[in-house]
């Protein structure tokens, strides 16, 4: 069981959904849009351990429908915890535009911090409409693969 007590809520509906193209041609996919979803308490939850394309082919094939049940993180952020859904479909991974840092899983923050210690991340906070953001510049080093 999980040690700590998250709220439980049935989501009825989805909100909003990011829309970045991806080609996906296998699921579970890895990579897919974020999205957010309408809570029974009214509030809306951006949900942070999922993709949109898993959960449209879900509700496609008729393995689940709403509401599906999340656990409210905080205000505004949770994650789908829904028994029907098998393992495999969870996204391990958090997205790093849509997810605060302080809700990212551990692997990620040290990933994100060693970036930064070795000189491939820099972040910088700016101010958007009122609003603090981080700004992330990320040093892409190329790959070169052996023609074969």
């Known amino acids: 069981m999980i040690k ?14 990011t829309l970045v193209g991806y080609l996906i041609k296998e699921f579970p996919s890895p ?6 979803m309408m809570a029974e308490d009214g509030e809306k939850y951006r949900i942070v351990n999922f993709n949109y394309e898993n959960l449209e ?16 993180l905080r205000d505004g952020f949770g994650v789908i915890a829904d028994p029907r859904i098998p393992d495999e479909w969870y996204s391990t991974r958090f997205c790093e535009s849509c997810t605060p840092r302080d809700l990212l899983p551990y692997p990620q923050k040290l990933r994100i911090e060693l970036q930064i210690l ?25 790959q070169i693969r052996e023609r074969r």
């Open 4 to 17: 700590e007590e998250f709220l439980k809520l049935n989501a009825t509906h989805v909100t909003n959904v």
């Open 31 to 36: 990579r897919g849009n974020c999205f957010g």
């Open 57 to 72: 082919k879900l509700i496609k094939d008729e393995l689940i429908d709403f509401p599906i049940l999340i656990h409210k």
């Open 118 to 142: 070795r000189g491939d991340r820099k972040e910088r906070v700016i101010e958007i409409d009122g609003k603090k953001m981080i700004a992330t510049t990320i040093n892409i080093k190329p």
